[in-house]
């Protein structure tokens, strides 16, 4: 008996709660919030009956950013690496940079890129960074081989994600399968000078992607000479005037500007960089990266990962911006402009899968067979039938002759109705008569022209 009267009492208290809600959606919110603050009923209204709208509810999803870090052997790509993607209490693992070859990055390229990843709470964004190492360019002596290397490379990560889009059994989003593409290239320079091989690498390979160049080793030049050799870098970045090699006419002289990566004004404020270099250009940039760090700094009670170089003259800091631009690159690329990183990598991909697709339908097996195939049936059909030239000759000569017949019958029509006089129109073969020759015969075979 007492399970029945709390049972009725529940359902008495349910049916109280579901009338309130439906007099809710005819009155007013405020109305309906002063009646029924102790309902069960009262939970969302607030949200979904007051001045602001409801928020959507968001899901997690993962966004992936792939860089690619080339230079010649013995700039410190794999140290730069390190700094940029390490943090206090990671252990993050990295390759030996000292011997990556040629044909490890053929093999397992996979070995030579380095990992990280890191939560977006605000906007539930799982972010995946990679940067691929690339072996020194100068441990060839064709500087070509190292260049169609990389380029195949960049090539390659694309036909893959064209594979995955174009598969119709993936049965997965696209959203949820890692995104292979190359984003950006971290060209390595060294410093005091720009070869001409540099900009011949760069200038091939910013064909297939953006290039950021990045001094590396600054602290080896004086003020006065890190901010001569920035604004030399930068000159010749925008007007190379590289003359055609001796020897290599196939590759021609670069006169046009390198495919640098271009970041918004807004971003490049919001990473310090604007302030920084008022009267300096960027890119490039000048850094300093080590492979040392300040242990004091490292071991404290709020941990700070500090790289710096120790010499007997003083410390140079990867990370102050008085001595690199280390810091603004690391803010730059791993927080301010990621988006923007990924917005022209998905532009610049739309463009190279419509040229791709393009040629693909150009050069398909079947268009190619047809192309072969066509003349070869028609000279087949005309041998069969005997229709020669002769014969094509005279029946483009009958047409014509009938179309100018015609429009001469249309015009003698419109000239009568226009005078309003009977006149007799006159006729193809009474036109033909009066020219002085026999009106045309229709073609003794018209089997043939039934074909077409």
């Not at 009923?41 to 409801?54: F, T």
Request: glycine residues 6%; aromatic residues 6%; charged residues 25%.
């Amino acid at each position: 008996m007492a399970d029945t009267d709390s049972t009725n009492q529940e359902c008495e208290a349910a049916r109280h709660a579901f009338d309130q809600l439906e007099q809710a959606s005819f009155a007013s919110p405020s109305a309906f919030i002063g009646d029924a603050k102790d309902s069960a009923a009262q939970v969302n209204v607030d949200k979904l009956l007051g001045r602001k709208r409801p928020q959507p509810h968001r899901s997690w999803t993962q966004r992936y950013v792939k860089l690619l870090v080339v230079g010649d052997s013995g700039l410190g790509k794999t140290t730069l690496c390190q700094c940029l993607l390490s943090v206090p209490g990671s252990d993050l693992k990295l390759h030996d940079g000292t011997a990556t070859s040629h044909q490890q990055f053929l093999e397992d390229a996979e070995s030579l890129c380095s990992t990280v990843s890191w939560d977006d709470t605000a906007d539930k964004v799982k972010w995946v960074y990679k940067v691929q190492d690339t072996p020194g360019y100068g441990d060839d002596l064709n500087i070509m081989n190292s260049i169609h290397l990389l380029q195949q490379y960049v090539e390659r990560q694309n036909k893959i994600w064209l594979a995955l889009e174009m598969d119709k059994g993936r049965g997965i989003d696209l959203a949820d399968v890692e995104d292979p593409r190359v984003d950006l290239c971290l060209f390595c320079i060294q410093a005091h000078r720009l070869r001409p091989v540099d900009l011949r690498f760069m200038a091939e390979l910013g064909k297939v992607v953006p290039i950021l160049p990045i001094v590396t080793k600054s602290d080896s030049m004086t003020i006065r000479e890190a901010a001569t050799y920035r604004r030399e870098v930068y000159r010749k970045l925008q007007n190379p005037q590289l003359p055609e090699p001796q020897g290599s006419a196939a590759l021609g002289g670069i006169s046009s500007a390198i495919n640098v990566f271009t970041f918004e004004d807004g971003t490049l404020e919001r990473a310090g960089l604007l302030q920084s270099h008022q009267s300096q250009t960027v890119p490039p940039f000048l850094v300093v990266a080590s492979n040392d760090v300040n242990q004091d700094k490292l071991d404290g009670q709020d941990p700070v990962f500090w790289p710096e170089r120790r010499y007997p003259w003083g410390v140079s800091e990867a990370f102050n911006p008085q001595h690199s631009d280390l810091l603004h690159l690391r803010l730059l690329l791993l927080k301010e402009a990621c988006d923007e990183l990924s917005a022209a990598k998905r532009a610049r991909y739309t463009q190279w899968r419509r040229k791709t697709l393009a040629k693909q339908r150009h050069t398909s097996p079947g268009r190619m067979l047809l192309g072969v195939l066509l003349p070869v049936l028609a000279g087949f059909v005309i041998a069969k039938t005997g229709f020669g030239s002769e014969r094509i000759k005279q029946a483009v000569n009958d047409v014509s002759h009938k179309v100018r017949l015609h429009k001469v019958t249309v015009r003698v029509r419109d000239d009568a109705d226009g005078n309003n006089q009977h006149q007799e129109p006159e006729t193809a073969d009474s036109h033909c008569r009066a020219e002085g020759h026999q009106p045309a015969e229709p073609p003794p075979d018209k089997k043939f022209l039934g074909i077409f």
